[in-house]
């Protein structure tokens, strides 16, 4: 019997099927993914239909990407405590004042998955 091609170079490299859970979920039981809908946090790399992954067990401090309850809505900005706001990565969006009663902080983002298309097309 002949070979009718090339063998995988990544033949030596497999180590069995790839666990997502294990390389990008810490707790769980606190965490959630979540679809982005809007352009604001475009210049942190998270656009429109990307998803992202939100650990509601970890404490957001300034400069976290996070997930509030704003009015009843979801929103995800990056936290700021001086003054406490939260900020767009999106010059066309302006920062949000915290009001003195807070906010909800409902979760810490640590992924973004963006989809892409053939040729580098985003598919958000």
Known sequence: MVPAGF???AE????????LDAHLIRNPAATFIMRIS?????GVGIHD???IIVDRSLRAGD???IVAVLDNEFTCK?????????EPANPDFEPIPIPEEGITVWGVVTTVIHHVLPGGAHAG
């Open 49 to 51: 239909g990307d998803e």
């Open 63 to 65: 400069g976290s990407i």
């Open 12 to 19: 030596d490299y497999y180590d069995g099927p790839i666990d």
């Open 38 to 42: 809007g352009r604001s946090m475009e």
């Open 7 to 9: 063998p995988s170079p």
């Open 78 to 86: 990056t936290l700021r405590t001086d003054p406490p706001r939260l």
